[in-house]
């Protein structure tokens, strides 16, 4: 799968998550099996480019893989200067969020709110296309409510305004993360648009995957939650789609090196006083489906300091591992 002039390792893509895909995430999902991973979306407004949040969302240094920056806000001219910014600190391509249902999104008309002016959209994407010499890239919803599914209109807008890619997470904004995903929309415009398509919407396990992709013929896949607290779910896909077999599940052993590896990049990245908070919800992720899994949490989430909870965790996986082999 190309974007642009961009050639993936394969059609996975990790799709961008606030407060999730920062850059250890990032990295740990490229490791293990995306073929691209997408930054958190980043506000156009200039004015919020210098807190902390803003930066910490531009780190890039030392970042294997296609750097994809996503971008939300409203104004075309404020939209070309946000993207000519993150440009010129790294990103190689520019993905626009028009996807995001969240309330304090959508109540700025961005997000997905965009997709009921679509004039506004054509003026956004074709203000952001020319001021970038970058691929561009969208993400959408099938539109409004299930009454106003415009994603096909947005799509024909998106690829005459010189738009590389285009992702459709499968439910209407008013559906925000309730039901189940619909994939017809994607295959229709699929059909109808010569850009490459990437499907997004409850994508959690290889059969979904290859079902998903099957059925719309999307040209790459998205995957969002699944991949919390299950990073390697992209090299378990990309197996199967290959081989039609299932990759053997990570050992304890590798659960424990890849987690820990996660939380010494949060540590890194955001220090001693917010790493160690950032880091419970991606270990409670992680632990999900263990029976002792929301037990253990409720002691780990008390603990302030990193060293105290890599302690904690190296003795959880210790008992686990001593399990197993009684």
Known sequence: MHIGNYQLDNPLILAPMAGVTDQPFRQLCKQLGAGMTVSEMITADPRLWNSKKSRLRRVHQGEVGIRSVQIAGTEPEIMALAAQHNVEHGAQIIDIN???PAKKVCKKAAGSALLQAPDLVERI??????????????????????DNRNGLAIAKIAEEAGIKALAIHGRTRSD?????AEFETIALIKQAVSIPIMANGDIDSPEKAKWVKDYTRADGLMIGRAAQGKPWIFREIWHFLQTGEHLESPSWQEIQQILFQHMNGLYQLYGEVMGPRIARKHVSWYLQEQDDGKEFRRTFNKIEDAETQLETLKYYFKQKQQAKAA
């Open 176 to 180: 925000k993360f309730m039901g189940e």
């Open 98 to 100: 028009m996807g995001c």
């Open 125 to 146: 994407l074709k203000a952001v296309v020319t001021a970038v010499d970058v691929p561009v890239t969208l993400k959408i919803r099938t539109g409004q409510d299930a």
